[in-house]
């Protein structure tokens, strides 16, 4: 089953029935859950599951009251959505058991570390809803009729450079453990054959060569 996510974070029930009709037609999913995080990360989302429930409920509803004006919705007001609370906070977890991750009522600062989780870890693609059309007073924008780009943010241009920067990172900590690996055999075999005794010199170099590589990515790390 193809599953989606929306992320709670304001009550602005509009900002979710947009991103939901561009998800749905994208990708087709066939369930949608909406996640309510618990800490200081998303603030005061409903914690009760009442509460959880009704903003689902709102949420088909103005589906339906849209989809009496663009098809998009009405496809959207037929897919499962459902609340699914998170008790913490830790970004790793919003991408166990779905295929697509939608920020677009979450903050610049909660999307960027989801991006990065996503990137980092090479989990769900993670998208937002970006409105080309310009808002005019008393008109609404409807998904399918007014121009939008539903933005992939794990292949825009800096992603891709945060991308290579953790490739390159994890390729560099490979190279040297396999470096690590070699010289410590060669130091184990020096034992019986005496021709190999530089591998122990070698060992404290490429020692010293790894802590201070190791250094150096922690610091750019950060």
């Avoid at 749905?24 to 369930?31: A, G, I, N, S, Y």
């Avoid at 709102?58 to 459902?82: C, M, N, P």
């Avoid at 409105?131 to 409807?142: D, G, H, P, T, V």
Wanted: charged share 25%; glycine share 6%; proline share 4%.
């Amino acid at each position: 089953m193809r599953t989606g996510r929306i992320i709670y974070y304001s009550d602005n029930i509009d900002g979710y029935t947009h991103a939901i009709a561009a998800m749905v037609r994208q990708f087709k999913p066939e369930r949608i859950e909406v996640i309510f995080l618990s800490g200081p990360m998303i603030g005061s989302a409903p914690h009760r599951g009442r509460e959880q429930s009704e903003f689902v409920e709102r949420l088909h509803k103005r589906l339906a009251d849209l989809g009496r004006f663009a098809q998009a919705y009405r496809e959207a007001e037929t897919v499962e959505i459902v609340p699914k609370p998170l008790l913490h906070d830790r970004v790793s977890d919003l991408f166990d058991g779905t295929d697509i991750l939608d920020v677009t009522p979450v903050p610049k600062k909660l999307s960027v570390a989801i991006v990065a989780e996503s990137l980092k870890n090479r989990t769900s693609r993670v998208f937002t809803l970006d409105w080309l059309a310009r808002r005019e007073m008393n008109k609404e924008l409807f998904i399918g009729q007014d121009a939008y780009d539903y933005v992939d943010l794990t292949r825009i241009e800096q992603a891709a450079t945060l991308r290579r920067s953790f490739s390159a990172r994890a390729n560099l900590l490979l190279a040297m453990m396999f470096v690590i690996l070699l010289v410590g055999i060669a130091s184990v075999l020096a034992r019986w054959f005496p021709e190999l005794s530089l591998a122990n010199e070698l060992l404290v170099a490429i020692s010293v060569a790894v802590g201070f590589a190791g250094l150096v990515v922690a610091v750019r790390g950060t």
